[in-house]
């Protein structure tokens, strides 16, 4: 059976997010994806505690680099999620399979990677440069589930 949800994390930085955005994934049955190199290793107490019993249940997928992820990922409706988009979360269909590819807390997604999928943002009025990453890919996953799995995540659910 195709999973109907990836997370992506490129070298992701605080072994706390990650622990977070893996319950979650393991929560809505998506897979997460973790790019190396990552900034902590994922056998760290704090991957665990953030996770808590549910981290040796997660559905993860490590990939030794960004290239094999770009090979993994090709193909695939992918989305990059960066402040420095124009276009909403919102404003997009998102189709069984999809990924939804989010960059290192201190620095984001490179310019590349913003250019070579479709780049989204989550619209913010006050004076902050980002959201906190776990809470960022919460927003876009439970929008992309709504979509894909409406009976469950969506308004009727």
């Not at 190199?37 to 019993?53: H, M, Q, T, Y």
């Not at 124009?86 to 984001?108: A, C, D, K, M």
Request: with cysteine.
């Amino acid at each position: 059976m195709t999973k109907q949800l990836h997370i992506a994390l490129v070298e992701p930085e605080i072994p706390q997010n990650t622990g977070n955005i893996g319950r979650l994934c393991l929560g809505m049955g998506a897979v997460l994806h973790v790019i190396h190199p990552l900034g902590f290793s994922l056998s760290e107490k704090a991957v665990r505690r953030a996770g808590l019993d549910y981290w040796k249940k997660v559905e993860l997928v490590e990939h030794s680099n960004l290239n094999a992820f770009l090979n993994w990922v090709d193909g695939r409706p992918a989305f990059a999620l960066t402040t420095k988009a124009t276009e909403s979360y919102r404003s997009v269909s998102y189709p069984n399979g999809s990924v939804l590819i989010f960059g290192p807390e201190t620095r984001g997604l490179s310019k590349d990677m913003r250019n070579h999928f479709t780049a989204l943002r989550i619209p913010m009025t006050g004076e902050i440069r980002s959201l906190n990453l776990s809470n960022a890919v919460a927003i876009v996953a439970y929008q992309a589930m709504s979509q894909i799995r409406p009976a469950i995540y969506g308004d009727s659910g």
